[in-house]
């Protein structure tokens, strides 16, 4: 497939030479920084903490200085040693105000150490990372990473902790100088009270109680004036969809939606856009712990893709993002890798169900056909409809069963879900619901006969992609398969030809490995998976979509580096729900058991034995 660039761009220079005429990568000057202020800090740190390091040349000089200077430089080269440790990782990511606060810190650690009887290595090496910031400072102009006010909250909280087991080691730093035998309580006490600015209940001799009540005193002060910094700082959310956004998005779509069974989900409205010069394609994107994460292709013309990809890079790059994209197709992996020089690598592959060839006769539907028809003749029924066909009244029932059903006070997903039912232009959506009449329980519900809940999101005029699966955790096993079955089946009256399904993590290795044959290399990954089947849905996640006979299509992670790859795969699961740092609701109802989001690429273990059973 030929791509070319983007209209708006001069010339058609491939993504490759234009590469090479921008001239050469980056220096890695910010990560050897990062490390020689890590390193610094350090140094800082230990300078002010222990007496064996105090003992100079500079001794001499340090007796005629005021008596409190030295206390306070102490104190001063912890301080500046600790912040640097801070600053480090900023360093490494280029950003601007992190080169800001190192350059005024290195010169103060430098004086602490000079004045804090200490040889003139350390400042030496402070001013020399000094020099090397100053003449390097091109290299840090990234800028700022989206934030909120949770980040004081957590400074607290990682502060409060370093500080006290730094202040144990400061209290615990001069033994020939303590008077008595204070017990760990005993210190421990000490150093709360000396991060308050009190003194504490351990004594010492000559003037070691200034230097110790000194530098318990700056940890507190650290701690207490970085949180104020952060929670009073203007916030810098990260980047949401706007009605505007939307909107181009969606005419996008309704000319180009048909290409990638992920292209719905773009307008979800946690995301970010950027879009080609000519506006004919964009990129949708979250940043998660610094990764700038994008899913599934670009959306657009194909012919505009290398323009979106190029603001995508370029946002990337401005604010020292580690770029990635987490399941692109085979043709959206080609056309990345070509225009950026990242490397891609297989994740799974979706399971796709082309309507016109689904049947449930044969023997390799006999599963499927028999758990189907014992659910029926359990009086189950079923209905698939449009969303925009459903009432006011069906509608809402719908969007509180998903949401009371959920297993999870965080709603799950990213690359392949929503996050919403019936929303604003999303009347083409599909419903399938399973119902049961019961007389006693449906006076009592809130939904009525309703027991089990499949979303669809449209793909393209004619295919549909799998959004969400709810059910209610009284009903009987298999509630998906009948809702699958229900859908494969009434997809024609919709005009539906394909059905996305669940995406299969690993599935290629899964299949291979249990194959006559497979080498021990393959049987060996194949068993890991199997073993780590046992927390995550990995194995039976695969099983369960095979059961409909689909054809897999593949799909690619794309990323920079292979160090980037640890870095990326905690962020995909941040993005997707999987691990929350968000601070728990304590005053929630807690939520019936429910099963998890079908779409996601790792799935709790709570789930898997119905899974298993169906």
């Given at each position: 497939?030929?791509?070319?660039?983007d209209g708006d761009k001069s010339g058609s220079v491939p993504g490759r030479a234009r590469r090479?005429?921008?001239?050469?990568?980056?220096?890695?000057?910010?990560?050897?920084?990062?490390?020689?202020?890590?390193?610094?800090?350090?140094?800082?740190?230990?300078?002010?903490?222990?007496?064996?390091?105090?003992?100079?040349?500079?001794?001499?000089?340090?007796?005629?200085?005021?008596?409190?200077?030295?206390?306070?430089?102490?104190?001063?080269?912890?301080?500046?040693?600790?912040?640097?440790?801070?600053?480090?990782?900023?360093?490494?990511?280029?950003?601007?105000?992190?080169?800001?606060?190192?350059?005024?810190?290195?010169?103060?650690?430098?004086?602490?150490?000079?004045?804090?009887?200490?040889?003139?290595?350390?400042?030496?090496?402070?001013?020399?990372?000094?020099?090397?910031?100053?003449?390097?400072?091109?290299?840090?102009?990234a800028l700022p990473d989206p934030r909120s006010r949770w980040r004081a909250l957590a400074n607290?909280?990682?502060?409060?902790?370093?500080?006290?087991?730094?202040?144990?080691?400061?209290?615990?730093?001069?033994?020939?100088?303590?008077?008595?035998?204070?017990?760990?309580?005993?210190?421990?006490?000490?150093?709360?009270?000396?991060?308050?600015?009190?003194?504490?209940?351990?004594?010492?001799?000559?003037?070691?109680?200034?230097?110790?009540?000194?530098?318990?005193?700056?940890?507190?002060?650290?701690?207490?004036?970085?949180?104020?910094?952060?929670?009073?700082?203007?916030?810098?959310?990260?980047?949401?969809?706007?009605?505007?956004?939307?909107?181009?998005?969606?005419?996008?779509?309704?000319?180009?939606?048909?290409?990638?069974?992920?292209?719905?989900?773009?307008?979800?409205?946690?995301?970010?856009?950027?879009?080609?010069?000519?506006?004919?394609?964009?990129?949708?994107?979250?940043?998660?712990?610094?990764?700038?994460?994008?899913?599934?292709?670009?959306?657009?013309?194909?012919?505009?893709?290398?323009?979106?990809?190029?603001?995508?890079?370029?946002?990337?790059?401005?604010?020292?993002?580690?770029?990635?994209?987490?399941?692109?197709?085979?043709?959206?992996?080609?056309?990345?890798?070509?225009?950026?020089?990242?490397?891609?690598?297989?994740?799974?592959?979706?399971?796709?169900?082309?309507?016109?060839?689904?049947?449930?006769?044969?023997?390799?539907?006999?599963?499927?056909?028999?758990?189907?028809?014992?659910?029926?003749?359990?009086?189950?029924?079923?209905?698939?409809?449009?969303?925009?066909?459903?009432?006011?009244?069906?509608?809402?029932?719908?969007?509180?069963?998903?949401?009371?059903?959920?297993?999870?006070?965080?709603?799950?997903?990213?690359?392949?879900?929503?996050?919403?039912?019936?929303?604003?232009?999303?009347?083409?959506?599909?419903?399938?619901?399973?119902?049961?009449?019961?007389?006693?329980?449906?006076?009592?519900?809130?939904?009525?006969?309703?027991?089990?809940?499949?979303?669809?999101?449209?793909?393209?005029?004619?295919?549909?992609?799998?959004?969400?699966?709810?059910?209610?955790?009284?009903?009987?096993?298999?509630?998906?398969?009948?809702?699958?079955?229900?859908?494969?089946?009434?997809?024609?009256?919709?005009?539906?030809?394909?059905?996305?399904?669940?995406?299969?993590?690993?599935?290629?290795?899964?299949?291979?490995?249990?194959?006559?044959?497979?080498?021990?290399?393959?049987?060996?990954?194949?068993?890991?998976?199997?073993?780590?089947?046992?927390?995550?849905?990995?194995?039976?996640?695969?099983?369960?979509?095979?059961?409909?006979?689909?054809?897999?299509?593949?799909?690619?992670?794309?990323?920079?580096?292979?160090?980037?790859?640890?870095?990326?795969?905690?962020?995909?699961?941040?993005?997707?729900?999987?691990?929350?740092?968000?601070?728990?609701?304590?005053?929630?109802?807690?939520?019936?058991a429910a099963e998890p989001h079908p779409c996601a690429h790792i799935v709790p273990s709570q789930?898997?034995?119905?899974?298993?059973?169906?």
């Amino acid at each position: 497939m030929s791509v070319t660039v983007d209209g708006d761009k001069s010339g058609s220079v491939p993504g490759r030479a234009r590469r090479i005429l921008r001239g050469p990568r980056p220096e890695r000057v910010p990560a050897l920084v990062g490390t020689a202020c890590t390193l610094i800090g350090l140094i800082d740190i230990a300078a002010g903490v222990f007496p064996r390091f105090r003992a100079s040349r500079m001794h001499n000089l340090a007796e005629v200085l005021p008596g409190t200077l030295g206390p306070l430089s102490a104190a001063l080269s912890l301080s500046a040693g600790v912040l640097l440790l801070l600053l480090a990782h900023g360093l490494k990511r280029h950003k601007r105000r992190a080169w800001r606060a190192a350059v005024v810190l290195l010169p103060l650690g430098a004086l602490a150490q000079f004045a804090w009887r200490h040889s003139v290595t350390g400042a030496v090496l402070s001013l020399a990372l000094l020099a090397l910031l100053v003449r390097h400072r091109d290299q840090f102009a990234a800028l700022p990473d989206p934030r909120s006010r949770w980040r004081a909250l957590a400074n607290f909280v990682v502060m409060g902790a370093g500080s006290i087991a730094l202040g144990l080691v400061i209290v615990s730093a001069h033994p020939r100088r303590v008077i008595g035998s204070p017990s760990l309580t005993d210190r421990l006490e000490h150093v709360l009270y000396g991060l308050f600015g009190f003194e504490g209940p351990v004594a010492y001799t000559g003037g070691t109680d200034w230097t110790v009540g000194y530098s318990l005193g700056a940890l507190g002060m650290l701690t207490a004036l970085t949180t104020i910094y952060l929670a009073f700082r203007p916030e810098h959310p990260a980047a949401r969809l706007t009605e505007d956004d939307e909107t181009k998005l969606r005419a996008l779509l309704d000319k180009h939606g048909a290409r990638d069974s992920l292209g719905h989900f773009a307008l979800r409205r946690d995301k970010g856009v950027v879009f080609s010069p000519s506006g004919k394609a964009a990129v949708c994107y979250r940043v998660v712990s610094g990764v700038m994460l994008a899913s599934g292709d670009p959306i657009g013309d194909v012919e505009a893709w290398p323009g979106a990809i190029e603001r995508f890079m370029d946002e990337a790059k401005a604010h020292s993002w580690t770029p990635a994209v987490m399941g692109c197709s085979e043709t959206g992996g080609q056309v990345w890798t070509r225009e950026t020089g990242l490397d891609a690598l297989e994740l799974g592959d979706e399971a796709v169900v082309d309507v016109a060839g689904f049947s449930l006769s044969g023997r390799a539907m006999r599963n499927v056909r028999q758990m189907v028809k014992r659910i029926e003749r359990n009086g189950y029924t079923t209905k698939v409809r449009r969303v925009a066909d459903l009432s006011d009244g069906e509608l809402a029932r719908v969007r509180r069963a998903a949401e009371d059903w959920r297993g999870t006070d965080t709603e799950r997903g990213f690359s392949m879900a929503l996050g919403r039912i019936g929303g604003p232009g999303d009347g083409e959506a599909v419903i399938a619901t399973a119902h049961k009449e019961d007389p006693e329980d449906s006076a009592d519900s809130p939904y009525g006969d309703l027991k089990a809940i499949i979303h669809f999101v449209p793909w393209g005029t004619d295919g549909m992609s799998l959004e969400l699966m709810r059910r209610d955790r009284s009903a009987d096993p298999g509630m998906n398969e009948l809702l699958i079955v229900a859908a494969l089946q009434d997809a024609p009256r919709l005009g539906i030809e394909r059905v996305s399904l669940n995406f299969a993590m690993f599935r290629a290795a899964l299949a291979r490995g249990e194959k006559i044959g497979a080498g021990p290399v393959l049987r060996v990954w194949r068993g890991l998976l199997v073993f780590l089947s046992r927390w995550f849905q990995i194995e039976s996640l695969y099983k369960f979509n095979a059961k409909f006979q689909p054809r897999w299509e593949p799909r690619f992670v794309v990323y920079r580096t292979s160090r980037d790859l640890p870095r990326i795969g905690f962020a995909a699961m941040q993005a997707e729900g999987f691990v929350n740092f968000t601070l728990p609701r304590p005053f929630t109802r807690r939520r019936r058991a429910a099963e998890p989001h079908p779409c996601a690429h790792i799935v709790p273990s709570q789930t898997e034995h119905e899974i298993r059973a169906a």
